[in-house]
């Protein structure tokens, strides 16, 4: 009798579970590849997605033997530290030339990476277009004004100031592996864009600063419904065709759905690169304006609440450490402070960066695994690379 109804029970969970699968197809298939290997160079666990076209115009030149600005030894101790710290790239631009181009055995500079949130940088450039081109009103404007469902809700005034600078008070969503909740759908369900809207609002917006990724989704929402165009479009009219990008990909939730804007923009190590160059020359790539200059420089002004946060990016002007540093997967952790005070950075998951130094006419790409519970080592040091560029430099030879 005991046996009968365990098997029983055993049945009623089978089609419980199968029900579930048919119901949801993509939410369970991905939920089972989480707990498979990620080092799958076709990154198939972030399907589907759509194409962002590149013409790889820009090409950043690369400096001759007797053109180098940062000496051989420091550059070789640079590679040597990317391989120690399982990076797949590193790229170092100093005054406009590529100092040295590194990839780990099996990447080149047409392969393509995982972003991580390093995407999120990519999203002021985007709203700031979208105002430039009057599609956007300001960056002062409610949500409210672009996401009708809130439109009479107390979320719809939140601005976008305040969800550029991660101050939006709504609720962050702790890491979840149930499938049944809105921490786990908000990034993995087939329709992520009802799981956002449900997002609660937890605090006073603009009182704190609070890192969560349901900000910068709801940025790319704002994007799509402002200019009436697919996201992954707008990327490539606004910033990638115009920067002389190659061909890069977006992990959608679902076919013709929502692109994710909080991570997961696969492009190779070299757009980034070109991405940093026009972040150091405040919003123009290779004699193309993208963006006002003036916007730059707002977005990488330290925000009201947290002094290493601009616009959706990182900032390493404090001498104090980044209270976020002891968040091993994010690597912030360092040993020395930045050596420029004005440098800031591109930041994912596993240590991707862009680092940018203004003052030193530098840019810096990193890339590495990234994913996994901690895809970088507990060794990284978050300043490492930046500093001994820096301490470096030498005068070109005659």
Known sequence: MIKKGLFSLIALISVGIGGAYLAEPVLWSRYVGLFQTFDDPSFEYLRPREVISGGKTYIIPEATDDEHTISKEALNA?????????????????????????????????????????????????????????????LNDPIGAYIEEWQDDPRGAITITQLLHMSSGLFEYPFSLNPFTDAFRWLFDEDTTPVLLRTPLDWTPG???????????LLGLIVERATGKRYSAYVEEKLWQPMGADRAELWLDSAGRKAHSSCC?????????????????????????????????????????????????????????????????GAYQRTDPFDAQDAYYASGFGGQRVYVVPSEDLVIVRMGPSSGRAPVKDTWDNTFLVNTALRNKITPAD
Do not use: C
């Not at 004699?287 to 002004?301: E, H, L, Q, Y």
């Open 265 to 329: 923009l696969l492009a190779p190590a070299m757009d980034w690169a070109r991405f940093g160059m026009m972040m150091l020359n405040r919003g123009e790539v290779n004699g193309t304006r993208i963006v006002d200059a003036a916007f730059i420089d707002k977005m990488i002004t330290a925000s009201p609440t947290f002094d290493w946060y601009g616009f959706q990016i990182w900032l390493g002007y404090a001498l104090e450490e980044n209270p976020r540093a002891r968040l091993l997967a």
């Open 78 to 138: 640079m590679r040597a530290y990317a391989a120690d710290q399982n990076s797949f790239a590193l790229i170092v631009v100093h005054q406009g030339k590529i100092q040295t181009e590194w990839y780990a055995e099996g990447y080149d500079r047409d392969r393509l990476t995982q972003s991580q949130s390093m995407h999120k940088s990519v999203l002021p450039i985007l709203i700031q277009a979208a105002i430039e081109d009057s599609d956007i009103g300001s």
């Open 207 to 217: 009182e704190k600063f609070e890192y969560n990724n349901v900000n910068s989704e």
